[in-house]
């Protein structure tokens, strides 16, 4: 019924408005969390579906579908977020200090391929506003784990917003690089900063997962490097996607990352290459167009133990991370 409700009547009139104010009037929804605690009492959306318990990076999670980073950037939507039946949450990416972004347009819909296509440029309350956030959700009796996913510019930036973070979330997930900020000259050195950042973590390297930056996945050697520097470094995990960041004259920056079903095939791609390269020394979460429970399958299949979404959420709204779960949960062996 919800997924009607959704589909029939809320995205329609929420896809008639730009993409980055029906962004905002859902994130002001989700801010009113006892609207969501009554949804899941009536639509049962966060009961817990047999056979679906696992780890990742040292943290039990209930399901292997989890909400992807960027959809709450401040942590302000947990209370709402943890009612919807995701395993677990990501928050971010958390930069050290508040900014505010690159200017509007910097969301775009494909809708005709589930798709959406940003150029955020890194917006976010920054990180005092997330640690209060996150203590909030803990006294409030949040017990859906939380990773947070933390950023900087610097080695220093990043290590330091992850140790302030780290005693206030499950995991930390770093972010070595936003492909929409602009950057001249020579590639990024993804490698030289993980290298940097690692020994200046205050964190048991088993609760920290790295997001492996989507360009480094075009560039074998790069990719086994930077995944050698994972296992070597004794992290919890690896997020694996499948964006490209490529021109986009409707974004006001110029160019946006292309995020949902059209990256389907290359997340799979890549998961499978990261497998390859981890030989099951590190644990894969794959992101990219997952939408239903046949792509968790396919992820899983490829190489990865779990998953996160962004975009589906968007188009299938909140019954999509309970519908899941209750269809892998029927292919779970019983016990
Ligand atoms: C509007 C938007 C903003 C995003 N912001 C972030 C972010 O701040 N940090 C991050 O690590 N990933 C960010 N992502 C990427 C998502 O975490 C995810 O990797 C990506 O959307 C692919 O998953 P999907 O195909 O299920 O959407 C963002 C994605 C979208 C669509």
């Not at 780290?166 to 000259?185: K, Q, T, V």
């Not at 590190?282 to 167009?289: A, L, M, Q, S």
Request: with cysteine; hydrophobic share 45%.
């Amino acid at each position: 019924m919800s997924a009607g409700l959704y589909a029939g009547l809320l995205r329609p009139a929420l896809f008639a408005l730009p993409a980055d104010t029906s962004a905002r009037l859902g994130e002001a929804a989700l801010r009113a969390w006892p609207a969501w605690a009554l949804a899941d009492r009536l639509q049962r959306l966060s009961a817990p579906q047999p056979g679906l318990a696992m780890r990742f990076a040292g943290v039990e999670i209930a399901s292997p579908v989890g909400l992807a980073a960027g959809f709450d950037k401040n942590a302000d939507m947990l209370p709402a977020l943890s009612r919807l039946g995701f395993g677990f949450l990501c928050v971010g990416t958390i930069m050290p200090k508040p900014r505010v972004g690159n200017p509007r347009p910097r969301l775009l819909r494909l809708p005709q391929q589930e798709g959406l296509r940003d150029s955020m440029g890194l917006p976010g309350k920054g990180c005092a506003h997330v640690v209060d956030r996150l203590r909030a959700y803990r006294r409030g009796g949040g017990r859906v784990p939380v990773f947070a996913n933390v950023g900087g510019f610097t080695a220093d930036e990043l290590a330091e917003t992850a140790n302030r973070v780290a005693p206030h979330a499950d995991a930390i997930e770093l972010s070595l690089i936003c492909p929409n900020i602009r950057r001249d000259g020579a590639p990024f050195d993804a490698l030289g900063r993980l290298k940097a950042v690692l020994p200046r973590l205050d964190i048991d390297p088993g609760r920290v997962v790295l997001r492996v930056p989507n360009d480094v996945a075009d560039e074998p050697d790069r990719f086994a490097a930077l995944i050698e520097a994972a296992v070597a470094g004794g992290l919890g995990g690896l997020k694996v996607g499948g964006g490209s960041t490529t021109p986009e004259p409707r974004l006001a920056s110029g160019a946006g990352t292309l995020h949902g079903a059209p990256i389907r095939r290359r997340a799979l791609h890549n998961v499978a290459l990261a497998g390859h390269v981890a030989r099951g020394r590190i644990p894969i979460k794959g992101n990219g167009g997952i939408g239903s429970a046949a792509d968790v399958r396919r992820m899983l299949a490829a190489g990865a133990v779990c998953v996160d979404l962004y975009t589906a959420f968007v188009y299938r709204g909140w019954t999509l991370a309970r519908d899941i779960a209750r269809e892998l949960a029927a292919d779970a062996p019983p016990g």
